[in-house]
């Protein structure tokens, strides 16, 4: 019986030291956008129904770019580490969160009617644009020199 308990005493007096430090903020988050080229992403959309578009998030989070109404487009300020090629979003306390996947689809359900658009990974244009237009069962978003 004493074997068990000891292993349990320390699991609690560490859980209580632990408690009483002071909380000490992740420390390794980048932050702010010097050096980093700014990138405008643009959906046209070109379909007959409004669209929204987002982006997946480090650890399972999302974030709204934008909506747009037909013939209107989304558009949002992405930031490019040249060195490591990662895009990220800056959050309001200008946190850089790391973007995993970018997509459009209709409003309303936009994850089953999602298009992936491919993220640029090293500097080229300011703006990269994709244009939206309805597929079979989903929204269709490509770069406008792929329509051709």
């Not at 560490?14 to 643009?42: C, K, N, T």
């Not at 013939?71 to 580490?81: E, M, P, Q, T």
């Not at 090293?122 to 703006?127: D, K, M, T």
Request: glycine fraction near 6%; hydrophobic fraction near 45%; aromatic fraction near 6%.
């Amino acid at each position: 019986m004493q074997r068990t308990l000891l292993p349990l005493t320390l699991l609690v007096c560490a859980v209580a030291a632990a408690a009483s430090e002071p909380y000490q903020p992740y420390q390794g988050i980048e932050q702010g956008r010097d050096g980093l080229p700014r990138l405008v992403f643009v959906a046209d959309n070109h379909a007959a129904e409004p669209i929204v578009c987002s982006v997946s998030l480090a650890h399972w989070y999302s974030a709204e770019l934008g909506h747009a109404a037909p013939g209107g487009a989304v558009r949002a300020a992405l930031w490019l580490d040249p060195a490591t090629g990662a895009v990220s979003l800056l959050n309001e306390t200008a946190h850089r969160m790391p973007v995993e996947v970018l997509w459009c689809g209709f409003d309303g359900r936009a994850w089953a009617t999602r298009s992936r658009i491919e993220l640029p990974r090293e500097p080229a244009e300011a703006e990269f644009a994709v244009t939206c237009k309805e597929g079979a069962d989903r929204l269709v978003c490509s770069s406008p020199d792929k329509h051709r």
